[in-house]
Nanobody, 120 residues
Framework: QVQLVESGGGWVQPGGSLRLSCAAS????????MGWYRQAPGKQRELVAT???????GYADSVKGRFTISRDNAKNTVYLQMNSLKPEDTAVYYC??????????????WGQGTQVTVSS
């Protein structure tokens, strides 16, 4: 059974920092691409950052230079370091694990989400 468990969310003032963690189980973590998505109230879920199994990362334009995604394959964990947070970063943040199967179909797994609130 695949489980992705996020932690590290909470409330922070604008300009502050948070680090999200996502612990994975039930998958061969090192073979999966990992990502962070977020969904604000009334909006669609959007991609925040991704990291491939080989460690290559990518970011949404809105978070470039402020957020850093990383992974620790020994701990089966992916992180999202969020600095210089803005009120518009307020959302539920979801962890994603993805892999392409032998039929070239992308298989996705999702965590339950963790709330991040940025306000003064």
């Amino acid at each position: 059974q695949v489980q992705l468990v996020e932690s590290g969310g909470g409330w922070v003032q604008p300009g502050g920092s948070l680090r999200l963690s996502c612990a994975a189980s039930g998958i061969i973590f090192s073979t999966y691409g990992m990502g962070w998505y977020r969904q604000a109230p009334g909006k669609q879920r959007e991609l925040v950052a991704t990291i491939t199994s080989g460690g290559r990362s990518g970011y949404a334009d809105s978070v470039k230079g402020r957020f850093t995604i990383s992974r620790d394959n020994a701990k089966n964990t992916v992180y999202l370091q969020m600095n210089s947070l803005k009120p518009e970063d307020t959302a539920v943040y979801y962890c994603n694990a993805n892999i392409q199967n032998i039929y070239l179909r992308i298989i996705n797994y999702w965590g339950q989400g963790t709330q991040v609130t940025v306000s003064s």
